[in-house]
Nanobody, 123 residues
Framework: QLQASWGGLVQAGDSLRLSCVAS????????IGWFRQAPGKEREFVAT???????YYADSVKGRFTISRDNAKNTVYLRMNNLTPEDTAVYYC???????????????????WGQGTLVTVSS
């Protein structure tokens, strides 16, 4: 299971750090991704981190968001800086043990999903 948390209501320019905690199994060898879904829009890729530590970002968040992992805690973080109203969405974390690199931005390529955490950025 994956549990995403620490979303909230913030103002534009603020920062948040989301957590994705895995339980029931070890995810240290999994690729972990963050996705988001705004009202009326499709779920979109935000960032992912491979078990090797390599990271990939959507262009819209590059330079503002940082994904990291602490395998000892079975936790992946998404640090979000300089938030804008366009970042408002429900954020989901997902995991997969064998996703290929070309698919890391594709939601349905991930096997495990957590429930989302809502991030609301006011202007």
């Amino acid at each position: 299971q994956l549990q995403a948390s620490w979303g909230g209501l913030v103002q534009a320019g603020d920062s948040l750090r989301l957590s994705c905690v895995a339980s029931g199994r070890t995810f240290s060898r999994h690729t972990i991704g963050w996705f988001r879904q705004a009202p009326g829009k499709e779920r979109e890729f935000v960032a992912t981190i491979r078990y090797s530590g390599h990271t990939y970002y959507a262009d819209s968040v590059k330079g503002r968001f940082t994904i990291s992992r602490d395998n000892a805690k079975n936790t992946v973080y998404l640090r979000m800086n300089n938030l804008t109203p366009e970042d408002t969405a429900v954020y989901y974390c997902a995991a997969d043990p064998s996703i290929i690199l070309s698919s890391v931005r594709v939601p349905h390529a991930y096997e495990y999903w957590g429930q989302g955490t809502l991030v609301t950025v006011s202007s």
